[in-house]
């Protein structure tokens, strides 16, 4: 009995040290945004997690769904360059089944057509939490020592109509800086 009171001990200091060094391994910043949008894609809310190895940006949405028929796309806009007024990456998909996504390098909000990036990078929709995530590996952001994003999402109404565009804030505004 005494070694398994003194197993259990060990394993809970062992699990406080682990969980007070993920914290030095990683900052992060998260930001909500008023339910203004009438449709599924609605921003609520944006996590960025400036990670050793990745960026990882979760966005929050109401009531997701897997069908093409509501249009539902996201695009995160990543500033890597205090010195560069602008994004340099753009990270954009579908949040429908089927669709792709992809990372280009960017010359500010107005490039659309930036060249594709080569890394590791990926996007998982999770329509139980109605959470998006964007995973992309600091190396192929050139391990930028900071970062800071701009979200936005669109989708369409149930007539075919597009609806309007939700920014988290103001559009083509980020979020603050987070340093790995």
């Not at 390098?105 to 939490?129: C, H, I, L, N």
């Amino acid at each position: 009995m005494r070694t398994t009171l003194l197993s259990a001990a060990t394993l809970a200091v062992a699990a406080l040290a682990l969980t007070q060094t993920s914290a030095a391994n990683a900052d992060g910043i998260g930001v909500s945004d008023p339910a203004d949008l009438g449709h599924g894609v609605d921003l609520l809310s944006v996590e960025v997690e400036h990670k050793s190895a990745n960026v990882v940006v979760t966005t929050t949405h109401t009531n997701l769904r897997p069908s093409w028929r509501t249009g539902s796309s996201g695009s995160v806009f990543l500033d890597t360059d205090p010195d560069d007024r602008g994004p340099e990456y753009l990270f954009s998909g579908g949040f429908f089944e089927g669709t792709d996504y992809q990372l280009l390098a960017v010359d500010g909000f107005s490039d659309r057509r930036g060249e594709p990036v080569e890394g590791s990078y990926r996007m998982k929709v999770d329509y139980d939490t109605e959470h998006v995530r964007f995973r992309i590996s600091r190396e192929a952001l050139g391990s930028p020592e900071e970062v800071r994003v701009a979200v936005r999402v669109a989708g369409t109404r149930t007539d075919g109509s597009t609806t309007p565009t939700d920014w988290l804030g103001e559009p083509r505004s980020f979020t603050g800086w987070v340093a790995q």
